[in-house]
């Protein structure tokens, strides 16, 4: 009996704390000042390196990467968490699919580093114009054959859109169900079905477990500009950047098609979670990836466009612009106020809270390069500065510049640590 | 020099440049003529680049249009006519990292501007580093790397050069994503760059050209 409220009591605690942690950053994201400056990082694979443990294996084992997790979460007690489940618990999933834009643990990786990209032209330069026709088509038949090995069968397929009625389509667009290796392909999907199916449960019940420790998630849905996308999956880098110079009008068609397709994503997500902020990694739009000309042409509208719709919808975007992105400051300003978070790696951070410090609230920017190889007294100095100036005020949460992956635990420690100490209002 | 062929170039008209170049050709200008003014038109390229005038893409393109104008234009070349190179740069991103964009831009930047560069290619073993700079003898190493885990790999190598005896034989230049200063010195590198232009300009500096 007396174990029971004991535990009681520990749960009343617990939803206190999740109460005053959500607050706090709901506060900076809003622009009003919080009690102290929000502290949340993306841990990455830090937390499998802190216990030991090889990135292989919490791939693979999800009751590792659960308790690894948990255990940095406890002890750093970050004002969010992240459940890590939909961007780590990959292996399976991976293997079932025969994936072939990654190379993880096992498959070409070693098992103690992460996984990485496989840069290609996955959607060849003529074929935007099957893309534009109809995207679903194009990934089912040609786009996911690429990349996933074990679906290669669809390439067999007829067109999906000529599937219409019984004299228009039915006989010859239907038989090429009964070859093979649609059979095989299809299999395939089935038990990758399975393999994500288990991921979501797995992510369920480990959010659940953060909560009753007090911890909400830091964002509950993921998406992208659609320049991003159609450059990382479809053209490949280099495929995109030439591109805007031979081929303008078709790369604006084609953001325009992935606009509804990349809100549609965030939007089920937050739905599904309950969860109003929306994590979107920025990844070709940064200075020197392209002139500021091309960006307010090509990056910038779409994107836009994309995170007035998710503020209109009750959601928080939350874009992590990677690499430098002062000469953009101007331009991506120009969203409502007190609904966005934007979270910098390496742009001027004074800058930043000149230019957009009345319109969202900031995050970030301790580099990795002092994380890694700096002391505990060079990121309190960095934070320092941070708090000193970007925090002036409200409007910012401390984070890493980017995941913390290979960051030593002292040195984060003492970022969490200072945090807390130094960046009460 | 045809100024002309240079100045398309350098703006990054890619159609009007190859058709240029193929009315030269006709015309029966000297093929090594066109080479040097196209490596001219990058050497403008390099300058705008520095200038913040163009940006990643422009030097992509401008790699595109290059290799164009090489395809037609290096069957013509006599064999014993090709330039002499300016110094060896052998480059590589670095044991577990397999990014390739910013090393590949920085390969084809050395090459264009005169340096014989040999790249080695993505996730490449402190041990092959060591091998291949005792066989090619290189005036500078070129370590990329974009994942943080690249610094100890970085590390590692450097390390790898010194126990062979061959650190003082070469400078060593780092490069890619979270790459600064702090990286450097961890790294015992003797200098880090940001961009490709940077890179060439380390080389001049300590290989002349």
Known sequence: MQAMDWRMIMREDAA??????????????????PDRVPIEVLFGFFPAKYSGMTIEEVMYDPDKLFDTQLK?????????DQAPFAIRFLGPLLEALDFKQLKWPGHGITTDHTYQFVEGEYMTADEYDHFLLDPSDFLVRKYWPRVC??????????????????????????APFSLPEVAEALAAMQKAGAEAARIAAHSRRYTQKAKEEGFPIQTGAFTQAPFDTLGDFFRGTKGLMLDMYRRPDKVIKACEKLLPIMFE???????????????????????????????????WPTLQELMQGLIKEGCNPCPLWEGDCTSRLEIIKDIPAGKACYAFEATDMLKAKEILGDTVCLRGNVPLSILIAGSPQDVKAYCKKLIDTVGKGGGYIMDAATGLDDAKPENVKAMFEFTREYGVY | MDSKLVYLMADLKEIETIALVNELIKEGVNPNEILGSA?????LVGKRF??????????????????????IVK???????????????????????????????????????????????????????????????PH?????????????????????????????RVKVMIGGGQIDDEVRRYVHADAYGKDAIAAVNLCRQWIGG
């Open chain 1, 265 to 299: 994503t965030a939007i089920n997500s937050t739905r599904m979670s309950g969860n109003p902020r929306v994590f979107i990694p920025i990844h070709k739009g940064l200075d020197g990836f392209m002139s500021k000309e091309q960006f307010k042409r090509f990056f």
């Open chain 1, 149 to 174: 090995g074990n679906l290669k069968g669809f390439e067999k397929l007829a067109p999906l859109h000529g599937v219409i009625t019984y004299y228009l389509g039915f006989n010859l667009s239907i």
């Open chain 1, 72 to 80: 940095v979460l406890l002890e750093f007690q970050p004002d969010m």
């Open chain 2, 140 to 168: 500078v190493v070129g370590l990329s790397g974009f994942l943080t885990l690249a610094f100890d790999s970085m590390k590692k190598t450097v390390q790898a050069l010194e126990e062979a005896g061959l650190r003082d």
């Open chain 2, 75 to 137: 069957p013509l070349v006599k064999k014993g006519e090709a330039d002499t190179k300016k110094g060896k740069v052998l480059i590589g991103t670095v044991a577990g990292d397999i990014h390739d964009i910013g090393k590949d831009i920085v390969t084809f930047m050395l090459d264009v501007s005169g340096f014989d560069v040999l790249d080695l290619g993505i996730d490449v073993p402190a041990s092959t580093f060591v091998q291949k700079t005792r066989e090619f003898q």
């Open chain 2, 39 to 43: 490596r001219a038109a990058m050497e």
């Open chain 1, 16 to 33: 206190e704390l999740y109460r005053q942690r959500e607050k706090r950053v709901n506060d900076a994201i809003a622009l009003r000042v």
């Open chain 2, 50 to 71: 520095e200038k913040d005038e163009y940006f990643i893409p422009d030097l992509v393109l401008a790699g595109e249009i290059m290799k164009g104008i090489s395809e």
